[in-house]
């Protein structure tokens, strides 16, 4: 007998990567939305700079949406009704955040401060269920690497 999914969950089939309905479906419509205005806010800001890539993590980690250049932007990680992005933060990027830390949402400083730090950076993992989680998102991608100047 399979277990129903859990809030959390990832999408774990295998076969290949999820198209967007079998997204909205898992997250669930108010995810969705936030999912597809980050997704849409990353072509707006850095057009052209990033080939989205869907990586598949084994039977734990499950799919994720990954943006990167030379380095990694951020890994938006759909889930069973939650949607979540995961930043990394070099050494250069904990000093700016550390800069601007009293100017951040208290959400995210408490984010900041509990995420775990690896010798590749900070890895934050921010879940996004309203704009102002967006928003801090987006904030924390644009001190990580500054959109390029519009034509």
Do not use: H
Not at 76 to 95: H, I, T, W
Not at 111 to 140: C, F, H, M, N, Q
């Amino acid at each position: 007998m399979e277990q129903s999914p859990q809030i959390g969950d990832r999408i774990t089939e295998k076969s290949g990567p999820p198209d967007e309905n079998t997204v909205r479906d898992w997250m669930g419509p108010k995810r969705f939305v936030q999912w597809a205005e980050l997704r849409n806010w990353i072509e707006t800001y850095y057009p052209a700079v990033f080939a989205p890539d869907w990586l598949y993590g084994g039977k734990k980690r499950g799919w994720s949406l990954r943006y990167k250049k030379s380095k990694a932007f951020c890994t938006l990680l759909p889930e069973y009704r939650q949607f979540s992005v995961l930043v990394v933060l070099g050494r250069a990027e904990r000093d700016k955040f550390e800069e601007r830390r009293y100017g951040w949402r208290s959400q995210l400083v408490k984010l900041y401060d509990e995420a775990t730090t690896y010798p590749d950076g900070k890895w934050l993992t921010a879940a996004i269920s309203s704009a102002a989680d967006r928003r801090d998102v987006t904030e924390l991608l644009t001190m990580k690497r500054p959109p390029p100047p519009r034509s």
